[in-house]
């Protein structure tokens, strides 16, 4: 890309994160592109929308919408907002939009997800994970809630780079976006250990959303369940540490702290299970037990909630 000139951007999924962090980078003056299903017609017609407890109101409109990924420009950047647990279904979208030599940004959590992806997309295109700590839902077609936070951490998977060089350049870049649209934006030099790092905050405070109904608040009100948060917390610290990743002394208690002060917040899977979707429990559960168990460490209290959360998500559907 010639200096100076600003990347198109193309986001797959604009639900709650694509919707927030489009709408972010559109009003900061990139090119962005939204591939909707079923809100197409009411984000054509009424445009975007972010009411934010941070930003103020932030509208978008007329937006660069389409129904099919065939009909999009080819852009320089994708960023994935969909679900993981739509993974194998993406790559025909995303080859579709990507322009020579595209950077394909996975904004998901859980473990591994790149994985799922990267077998199906050709060699030449560059595959990053994003690691999203923000409060966003979607209230309603074309509309997204932001009550805090918004920061994205970016990892390089895979692609053509010859050297760590590229690798960290291309992760810069993509931190650069980001930091354009006044969103903080940190590069990672180990993308495994970053997802790890968003698991100590996504094992307990979405898996108890579910089980036990109820949003951060409560959680932390109950000491029950702040010593399980707790120690659900520490058991992804050793899973991590068993799998070759350090996770720096005192993290898991930051992210506690942060939770304790940040307003009230319904998790993802919360959303996903209330209307009756899929539950990413393969990203977020069985990758992380199944990569522990393999380097010799249990994890009983994850692995009981895995399973609690496993036969709601069957009964639910």
């Known amino acids: 890309m010639q200096a100076g000139v600003r990347a198109r951007i193309g986001m797959i999924g604009t639900g709650a994160i694509g919707g927030f962090y489009g709408v972010m980078l559109a009003r900061a003056g990139f ?21 934010s407890a941070v930003h103020g109101t932030l509208a978008l409109s007329p937006v660069q919408a389409y129904r099919s990924a065939n009909e999009m420009p080819p852009c320089d950047w994708l960023l994935v907002g969909a679900k993981t647990t739509s993974n194998a279904d993406l790559a025909p979208a995303i080859i579709q939009a990507a322009a020579d030599g595209a950077k394909v940004l996975l904004l998901q959590n859980g473990l591994d997800v790149e994985d799922d992806v990267r077998p199906l997309l050709p060699d030449s295109l560059h595959l990053l994970g994003g690691l999203c700590l923000v409060c966003v839902h ?51 030099p180990d993308l495994q250990q970053a997802r790890w790092q968003k698991l100590v905050w996504n094992v307990p405070y979405n898996g108890l959303s579910v089980l036990l109904g109820a949003s951060t608040t409560p959680l932390m009100a109950n000491d029950d369940s702040r010593g399980l948060i707790q120690a659900l917390m520490g058991e992804v610290v050793r899973g991590a540490q068993a799998c070759g990743h350090q996770i720096a002394p005192g993290y898991a ?12 917040y319904w998790p993802s899977m919360y959303h996903d299970y209330s209307h009756e979707r899929p539950l990413e429990l393969d990203a977020i559960y069985s990758r992380p037990l199944a990569a522990a168990k393999a380097a010799g460490c249990d994890l009983p209290k994850i692995e009981a909630l ?12």
Do not use: W
């Open 138 to 188: 979607r209230v309603g077609p074309g509309t997204v809630a932001h009550q805090a936070l918004g920061a994205v951490n970016v990892g390089y998977h895979s692609g053509p780079c010859r050297d760590q060089a590229e690798r960290m350049a291309i992760v810069e870049e993509g931190a650069g976006l980001f930091r354009a649209a006044g969103i903080d934006s940190q590069p990672m």
């Open 31 to 51: 090119d962005v592109h939204f591939l909707l299903r079923s809100e197409f017609a009411a984000v054509a017609e009424g445009g975007l929308r972010v009411d």
């Open 306 to 317: 895995y399973q609690a959360l496993a036969f709601l998500d069957r009964r639910n559907r």
């Open 253 to 264: 208690d930051y992210l506690f702290t942060m939770t304790e002060k940040m307003p009230d």
